[in-house]
């Protein structure tokens, strides 16, 4: 395919945002061993550029909002350092039985460092 088809940035965002919180010491299955699941509650994304398969696509993920029951991370993509796509996903916290999660109190270190990288974005 000569042009990357629109719905494969969202998994480049999913890949991204896993590989993100990997490295802020907060994976996914360290969220759930605590009751914490993030669901996608909304995603946009502008397309700047089209690429193509070959393409070698750098995402840099950074925390735009934070409260506490809700994340919305931002995603810049550049092909060569060129701006292809920028794109935002916003996630909820949830228990094991789909009720809101206040994360700023079950989950205070985790809140604090979503707040320091929101500071630092």
């Given at each position: 395919m000569k042009i990357t088809n629109h719905t494969?940035?969202?998994r480049f965002m999913e890949e991204a945002r896993s590989d993100y919180l990997e490295q802020i010491n907060w994976p996914y299955d360290k969220l759930?061993?605590?009751?914490v699941i993030s669901p996608v509650v909304a995603v946009s994304c502008k397309y700047k550029k089209t690429t193509s398969y070959p393409d070698l696509i750098k995402i840099i993920t950074s925390v735009s909002?934070?409260?506490?029951?809700k994340l919305t991370?931002?995603?810049?993509?550049t092909v060569a350092e060129e701006l292809v796509c920028t794109a935002e996903s916003s996630h909820c916290f949830l228990d094991d039985n789909g009720k809101?999660?206040?994360?700023?109190t079950k989950m205070p270190k985790f809140y604090q460092?979503?707040?320091?990288?929101?500071?630092?974005a």
């Open positions: 494969n940035y969202i759930e061993e605590a009751g909002k934070v409260s506490r029951a991370l931002s995603y810049t993509m809101i999660v206040d994360i700023k460092t979503l707040q320091q990288l929101k500071k630092e």
